[in-house]
């Protein structure tokens, strides 16, 4: 199986800066995509950035130049990197990968199970 885990999130001041990490660990052959959601209370999940293997990224119009999206292939580990944050950026953020196990021959989507994020005002 698995598992992807998000670390890095918590509490922020607005200005300040955090960085989420998500280790993938488990029967992978590779990953292909990864990226990065957030659902804030009573919204619907939206995709704040993603990462192909090759590096190419793109961003949600709300974060562009103030979150960077990056990953380590030889770890399977991505990051984000918040920068500048704001209160409507709080939210759960949570990691995805499309991952092909040693045991398939596709890509399946796998999800984190998240990590708060509260900025202060």
């Known amino acids: 199986q698995v598992q992807l885990v998000e670390s890095g999130g918590g509490l922020a001041q607005a200005g300040g800066s955090l960085r989420l990490s998500c280790a993938a660990s488990?029967?992978?052959?590779?990953?292909?995509?990864m990226g990065w959601y957030r659902q804030a209370p009573g919204k619907q999940r939206e995709l704040v950035a993603g990462?192909?293997?090759?590096?190419?990224?793109n961003y949600a119009d709300s974060v562009k130049e103030r979150f960077t999206i990056s990953r380590d292939n030889a770890k399977n580990t991505l990051y984000l990197h918040m920068n500048s944050l704001k209160p409507e950026d709080t939210a759960v953020y949570y990691c995805?990968?499309?991952?092909?196990?040693?045991?398939?021959?596709?890509?399946?989507?796998?999800w984190g199970q998240g990590t708060q994020v509260t900025v202060s005002s």
């Open positions: 488990g029967n992978i052959f590779y990953i292909s995509t």
């Open positions: 995805t990968g499309d991952i092909v196990l040693h045991t398939t021959y596709h890509p399946d989507r796998y």
């Open positions: 990462i192909t293997e090759g590096g190419t990224t």
